[in-house]
């Protein structure tokens, strides 16, 4: 557990610029307000999908928008949880706690889109 | 009763319907179609706080982007970037796209609480914009939770103590396509845009207004380069100033008839008659004493050029040339079907805001009944009318009539809007065709019931006491011919004409 809305929370990954090269490497930012339990939720779902989808190749960076609100502006946030994929591109936005892993790997392009059902 | 606390929102109109303004510290809730001017509306009520009132706001706009919201002001003559420059107002964009949004679990609207929260500690604002917050419902699809997070912030809106107005689109069978009007049960006020006959006709009403009389009237407005400009319709030339100061006509014999005197000033004058009974040289010998005494003037034309009617006139003695290169006489000729009434409206408020005349020639108004039915007419002059009485400015109208109706009703059935209403009739008797004139009405002052014969000439406009002979009106030659034969009974009026 962390003790701080981490900020950025790190995960081990190949050095830096062999990381930026990498197309398919995942730059994830997970938008918060405070540490409550639905963020908590969010950020566990995300650890557990990243470790079993994307090993190594990607970066997690937690943004408290109490702590830092001028930072909703930029990515456009208004609902809470929001992860944002800035990488790779095209930028993505997923709503919500991750609770529903389907719907999260298909907004990460982590599964096709193909199985269009409610 | 405890009076509702009002924050005034500057907008022409609207302070005098909703007594004061808009509820303090709460959420206003403004609906209309597309196009209905709730945007508009909006931002001039943000603009007016942070520049007259002391009171900084925010705008979050989650339909347009700041760029094409700066752009579309600033050409309304409303541009925000000073006073966004100066902190004092703060426009944001909060964008909703649709198909970008992958839903993934349990959210609420956090997000926008904290934007819009450091948005107004930043710059402690007073007010606040939310136009339109139910795009919200076209991105995110949880409805309930939806509903639910809007009630949350209309709740925080009120502790954060500002006053709010919350834009909503025209629902079918409910105010909002949403239904805000259940959040949002201080103020409530609607705004439609219609066109009939081609003329397009922008009203406002207030819905519902908390604890507070309001009228319930619709209220004609429009938008021009000042912004929104509502008229209350109830106001009606029953507040305004009077004068007790009279001005020329231009026609000493005319003035002679009004008392000695001449007409009120701020009074409206109707001069109605047919083709040809010189309507127009009135109205122009009204515009040059003006001048003459110093006062700016503005003469609407709606039928004739600039060139024309300073030509014509120069026929009866009248040169209007030098007041117009002074700058004392401005002339706005244009076709009545170039606009509708609402556009004419509006262009004749802008020239009479910006040249402050004194004195208005309408001339004739009964053209404009090609652009609107009589009804509409009839209450675009009313505005009108009410627009010059605040002002007090003395304005003239003209109206064709045929002669047959000419002393029952004009065209438009305005007259009980004028102050002072002149009859110019064409008669033919013996071959010849011969005017007349005559005062109708004349609130306030002695006038003369006597119909007189209206000379125009090289030499100007005369009035002449009427010649009667044996039962009849002798005029024209007749009279002439009857005052050779009997010098003794030529009246005073007459021989001054002769001499």
Not at chain 2, 231 to 259: E, K, N, W, Y
Not at chain 2, 279 to 298: E, N, P
Request: charged share 25%; net charge positive; hydrophobic share 40%.
């Amino acid at each position: 557990m962390k003790r701080k809305p981490a900020r950025t929370g790190r995960t081990p990954s190949p050095s830096r610029g062999k990381r930026r090269a990498a197309a398919d490497f995942y730059d994830l930012r997970l938008y918060v307000a405070g540490l409550n339990a639905r963020s908590l939720a969010a950020l566990t779902n995300l650890r557990r999908i990243c470790d079993e989808h994307l090993e190594g190749r990607y970066r997690i960076k937690v943004i408290d928008l109490i702590e830092r609100p001028k930072l909703g502006r930029g990515d456009q946030i208004l609902a809470l949880p929001t992860l944002v994929r800035k990488l790779p591109e095209p930028i993505r936005k997923l709503v919500g706690d991750l609770s529903d892993t389907d719907r999260a790997l298909v907004g990460l392009d982590l599964r096709p889109r193909t199985s269009r059902r409610s | 009763m405890q009076r509702v606390p009002k924050s005034p929102t500057g907008i022409q109109g609207l302070d005098e319907i909703t007594g004061g303004g808009l509820p303090r510290g709460r959420p206003t809730l403004v609906c209309g179609g597309p196009g209905c001017g709730k945007t508009i509306l909006a931002m001039e009520f943000l603009i007016n706080g942070a520049r007259d009132f002391g009171e900084p706001g925010v705008f979050l706009s989650f339909e347009e982007s700041i760029e094409d919201l700066t752009l579309n002001f600033a050409s309304l003559g409303l541009d925000p970037r000073p006073l966004s420059a100066r902190k004092k107002l703060w426009l944001e964009y909060v964008r909703v796209e649709p198909n970008e949004i992958q839903e993934t679990g349990t959210y609420d609207l956090e997000g926008l609480f904290i934007r819009l929260g450091h948005a107004i500690d930043t710059i402690g604002a007073k007010r606040v914009v939310l136009d339109t917050i139910e795009t919200l419902f076209s991105g995110l699809s949880d409805t309930r939770l939806l509903r639910a997070e809007l009630r949350r912030l209309l709740t925080w809106l009120r502790t954060k103590r500002v006053t709010a107005i919350v834009t909503g689109e025209r629902g079918d069978g409910q105010l909002t396509r949403h239904g805000l009007e259940e959040y949002i049960t201080d103020c409530v006020i609607m705004l439609d845009h219609r066109v009939e006959e081609q003329n397009a006709t922008r009203r406002l009403r207030v819905v519902k207004y908390r604890g507070s009389p309001h009228g319930a009237n619709e209220s004609p407005f429009f938008i021009d380069d000042a912004g929104i400009w509502v008229i209350p319709i109830a106001s009606l030339g029953l507040q305004h100033r009077v004068s007790p100061t009279r001005v020329s006509s231009g026609i000493p014999d005319l003035d002679a008839m009004l008392g000695g005197k001449g007409y009120f000033r701020g009074s409206s004058i109707l001069v109605s008659g047919g083709a040809g009974s010189g309507k127009t040289s009135v109205a122009g010998y009204f515009v040059d004493a003006a001048c003459r005494r110093g006062d700016s003037a503005l003469y609407f034309a709606f039928e004739e050029s600039t060139p024309q009617i300073s030509r014509n006139l120069h026929s009866i003695g009248l040169d209007l040339d030098p007041w117009l290169r002074k700058g004392l006489l401005h002339i706005h000729a244009e076709r009545p079907t170039t606009s509708g009434l609402e556009g004419h409206l509006s262009v004749m408020h802008r020239l009479m805001t910006e040249l402050q005349p004194r004195v208005v020639v309408v001339d004739p108004i009964s053209n404009l009944i090609t652009v609107g039915t009589s009804a509409e007419v009839r209450a675009m002059l009313a505005r009108l009318i009410d627009i010059m009485k605040v002002r007090l400015i003395t304005a003239l109208f003209t109206s064709l009539t045929s002669d047959d109706t000419a002393a029952g009703g004009t065209d438009v059935g305005i007259s009980s809007f004028m102050d002072t209403w002149l009859v110019l009739r064409n008669t033919q008797v013996n071959g010849e065709r011969t005017r007349s004139l005559d005062i109708l009405k004349s609130r306030g002052m002695p006038h003369s019931n006597q119909v007189r014969e209206f000379i125009l000439s090289g030499r100007g406009v005369r009035l002449l006491d009427v010649v009667r002979y044996e039962g009849r009106v002798l005029v024209g030659s007749a009279r002439a011919a009857h005052l050779e034969q009997a010098p003794a009974a030529e009246p005073r009026a007459a021989r001054r004409e002769r001499r």
